[in-house]
T-cell receptor, first 111, second 112 residues
Framework: DGGITQSPKYLFRKEGQNVTLSCEQN?????MYWYRQDPGQGLRLIYY???????QKGDIAEGYSVSREKKESFPLTVTSAQKNPTAFYLC??????????FGSGTRLTVV | DQQVKQNSPSLSVQEGRISILNCDYT??????FLWYKKYPAEGPTFLIS?????DKNEDGRFTVFLNKSAKHLSLHIVPSQPGDSAVYFC???????????FGTGTKLQVIP
């Protein structure tokens, strides 16, 4: 079954620590995306990648970093520079010119 | 700058009646529009889409209407069912550009 997998489902981080969220897809999609969901703010784009070894900042990239070394994988690192990291993070992928397939999300909580 | 707006954060509808979810956009370069449905603690799932060359697209109980002059689209669900209770996101894209801009969502509650 093709799909997009995010892990872990729940993640707790201490203040000042970096943490990496995993996103893997076996759909052979070229493009991948990271969104953040906060109550009342919808989905906001953090980073996106349209091709391997290339990625672009979205609307709220500060405090985050990504890599795209393989077509299947697009990990997101939440750094200590991100002031409000507690949120629900969604990864998505898409082929050219089509809609997104989303993962099931990771809930990150800073403790 | 919110380019895609869903001005109603919530909507309650009786089972069997019509649900109408509205969405406005400001970017005239958008030419493809999508609706996603999201349950709590899950990723959104694609529901229905419409190209800017059309004014209506229908898929079963779901119909999306596009009014380009008003920069407005709406999603109609008829008849509404309790399983339709979820958050609905309107989204838009320009050209072949992959990046999609989402609205803030409308929480639909269908009352049995």
């Amino acid at each position: 079954d093709g799909g997009i997998t995010q892990s872990p489902k729940y993640l707790f981080r201490k203040e000042g620590q970096n943490v990496t969220l995993s996103c893997e897809q076996n759909l052979n999609h070229d493009a991948m995306y990271w969104y953040r969901q906060d109550p009342g703010q919808g989905l906001r784009l953090i980073y996106y990648s349209q091709i391997v070894n290339d990625f672009q900042k979205g609307d709220i990239a500060e405090g985050y970093s990504v890599s795209r070394e393989k077509k299947e994988s697009f990990p997101l690192t939440v750094t200590s520079a991100q002031k409000n990291p507690t949120a629900f993070y969604l990864c998505a992928s898409s082929p050219q010119g089509a809609g997104y397939t989303f993962g099931s999300g990771t809930r990150l909580t800073v403790v | 700058d919110q380019q895609v707006k869903q001005n109603s954060p919530s909507l309650s509808v009786q089972e069997g009646r019509i649900s109408i979810l509205n969405c406005d956009y400001t970017n005239s370069m958008f030419d493809y529009f999508l609706w996603y449905k999201k349950y709590p603690a899950e990723g959104p799932t694609f529901l229905i889409s419409i190209s800017s060359i059309k004014d209506k697209n229908e898929d079963g109980r779901f119909t999306v209407f596009l009014n380009k002059s008003a920069k407005h689209l709406s999603l109609h669900i008829v008849p509404s069912q309790p399983g339709d209770s979820a958050v609905y996101f309107c989204a838009a894209r320009s050209g072949g550009y992959q990046k999609v801009t989402f609205g803030t969502g409308t929480k639909l509650q269908v009352i049995p």
